[in-house]
């Protein structure tokens, strides 16, 4: 049965993928604001399709190639993005098949 035109869509996902070697950046702090800050540039077209009822909900993603080998640096990276309601995922860890 398909959706009537009155009624939301479903949800959305976006996914950055990024190829940063956290374990070779020196300011970690800058570089995930700044990639928080291009996610927020992409979640404000998903907000505009929520608030006109186009999609019920959206989750944002940034996928690393691989877990960085500090675990400060894990940690920093899951708190500046994942209060900011963005999921940090690391491309190696991801079961493929």
């Known amino acids: 049965m398909k959706p009537s035109e009155d009624e939301p869509h479903g949800s959305l996902v976006l996914i950055e993928l990024k190829n940063t070697d956290w374990d070779k950046v020196i300011n970690v702090c800058r570089l995930a604001k700044r990639h928080a800050a291009q996610m927020f540039s992409y979640m404000g077209h998903c907000w505009e399709l929520v608030e006109r009822g186009t999609i019920d909900s959206f989750q944002a993603a940034i996928v690393y ?11 920093m990276l899951n708190t500046l993005l994942g209060d900011d309601g963005i999921a940090v995922y690391w491309y190696d860890e991801i079961k493929h098949g």
Request: hydrophobic share 25%; net charge neutral.
């Open 65 to 75: 190639p691989r877990k960085p080998e500090s675990s400060a640096v894990i940690e």
